[in-house]
């Protein structure tokens, strides 16, 4: 039942840094150029719902967090104002999901 009351929250934070991070590759000079993280990155921005995971959002961000762009600029976090816990919630999103934030967490 916790889980249930934190998971919205968990995954607006993931959702929302991950915006942060792309927000942010412009401006430190790492802009976003692989095509499929540009289509990653399309998806994650126009996502309505900041609350809800599903299949394509985590695929999108797991695309994101392993291109290497995305990655330098992540990197430069101290530049910009992103959570603490944003990197552990990207790697648990890119490599344990459905299990870690799916329909059923």
């Known amino acids: 039942e916790a889980r249930q009351q934190t998971a919205p ?3 607006s934070n993931l959702i929302g840094g991950t915006r942060t991070v792309l927000e942010n590759t412009d ?3 790492f802009p976003i150029e692989n095509e499929e993280s540009i289509k990653a ?4 921005t126009e996502q309505a719902d900041d609350t809800l995971m599903n299949d394509e959002t985590a695929a999108a961000i797991k ?3 392993e291109d290497e762009k995305f ?3 992540y990197k430069l976090r101290a530049k910009f104002q992103l959570f ?3 990197g552990d919630f990207a ?3 890119a490599s344990k999901y459905p299990d870690w ?4 967490w």
């Open 101 to 104: 934030a799916g329909p059923s």
């Open 91 to 93: 790697k648990s999103i």
């Open 71 to 73: 990655q330098e600029t």
């Open 41 to 44: 990155a399309k998806i994650v």
């Open 84 to 86: 603490d816990c944003y």
């Open 9 to 11: 929250v968990i995954i």
């Open 63 to 65: 695309t994101l967090w």
């Open 27 to 29: 401006k430190l000079g």
